[in-house]
């Protein structure tokens, strides 16, 4: 069973992780990790923070000679903001909070932990976070290559700017992706979502949207039927939906088949020339019963627009009882381009998890046998 917490706070020294369940013998490649991390930081209408830090991972634990060794692999990534920060933080000075922001974490977390400032929980609510779980996610992904299983992802709408995504093979729209600025596969649509996002930055607002995430090479059989908690398509369904502002899953073309007959939606078999059979078209996202069923996994999510916006909204300052308006947090204008990547290590986690659930074995080479 694989599974990763991660610490630490958004303007704390460094984000920590700690990943346990990795077979022993997967050779990682440090450099692919630190790859994700700064995919994750780019993207069009990111903030002032993405141009502070440089995100590294650095391996603390687990690691031999380059391979895992089956214990627990321990990551730390380095807060480069922390500098601007240390001393109020050990003078217990940091600016204080009492005006929750509508759309964070603010106002229910102030009243689930009886605080009265609500810094302690934005620190630990922020995006920030993700940067260990795309760390620790590089590693699920590395753990899928071993056995020929890849993921990627694209934006395909931003603002309400929707791309059409040519029908291309997914690993050729991933690469138009990396090309983009807002990692879309469609260049007119690129331009029109990097349009949106200026005229939000000048009206002090913030954009949401669509991404997609999809898995290649994935067997028959991942996930199972039998139970609630074993339907994979739940599983990606729920870590999907754990990254902030993602309010929105659907696997596959979801809720444009709910519009249509089923006739319309199913994917029907046809013999394959090797033997076996083939499928027409992959409306249902490669899961079926719960369990993959050898075409590709696609999962799209949809994210809300940040909720830290330069123009103020209105709010109450819970220290008085007063209306008030927001105060504005450092923050980005959209941050799709970069959850799209964050969208990738989840995915890449569960399907880890479940690769490992299915083969069994301690180690890479028992995994293969």
């Keep these: 069973m694989l599974r990763f917490l991660t610490a630490g706070e958004s303007h704390g020294p460094c984000l920590t992780a700690i990943v346990d369940g990795l077979p022993a013998g997967l050779e990682v490649d440090i450099e692919a990790i630190n790859r994700d991390l700064t995919r ?28 895992t060794t089956g214990a627990p692999v321990a990551l730390r990534i380095d807060n480069r903001d922390w500098a601007n920060w240390r001393e109020r933080w050990a003078d217990d000075d940091l600016p204080r909070l009492t005006v929750p922001r509508p759309g964070h974490a603010d106002y229910a977390g102030m009243v689930k932990y009886g ?35 890849v993921v990627g992802s694209y934006v395909s709408e931003i603002g ?22 807002v990692r879309c596969p469609d260049a007119e649509a690129s331009g029109r979502m990097k349009a949106a996002i200026d005229r939000a ?3 002090g607002d913030s954009l949401g949207g669509v991404f997609v995430v999809a898995a290649l090479g994935v067997p028959v059989g991942l996930g199972s039927h039998v139970q609630w908690d074993r339907r994979l ?12 502002a993602v309010k929105g899953v659907e696997i596959g073309p979801a809720f444009e088949n709910a519009r249509r007959p089923g006739t319309h939606v199913h994917d029907e078999f046809v013999p394959a020339a090797e033997g076996g059979v083939s499928r027409l078209s992959n409306r249902a996202g490669g899961l079926e019963g719960g369990m993959t069923n050898g075409q590709p996994v696609v999962v799209r999510a949809a994210m809300k627009p940040i909720p830290t916006t330069l123009a103020p909204m209105r709010s109450v300052d819970l220290a008085t009882g007063e209306p008030a308006e927001t105060e ?15 969208g990738e290590a989840m995915v890449a986690w569960v399907l880890a998890d479940a690769l490992l659930d299915k083969l069994g074995g301690d180690s890479i080479a028992e995994m293969a046998r």
């Design 40 to 67: 994750r930081q780019g993207g069009y209408g990111r903030g002032a923070r993405m141009k502070i830090e440089r995100d590294r991972a650095e391996v603390l634990g687990g690691l031999m000679g380059g391979r």
């Design 115 to 149: 605080l009265d400032d609500a810094r302690p929980v934005l620190e630990r609510a922020s995006a920030r976070e993700t940067a260990a779980r795309v760390a620790a996610g590089a590693l699920a992904k590395q753990l899928l290559a071993a056995f020929d299983v």
């Design 201 to 203: 930055k000048e009206a």
């Design 160 to 181: 309400g700017m929707v791309a059409t995504i040519p029908d291309h093979p997914l690993a050729d729209l991933w690469a138009r992706a990396e090309e983009s600025e």
């Design 328 to 342: 504005y947090q450092r923050s980005d204008v959209c941050a799709v381009p970069a959850a799209s990547i964050v």
């Design 233 to 244: 398509d739940a599983r990606l369904a729920a870590a999907v939906m754990s990254i902030p």
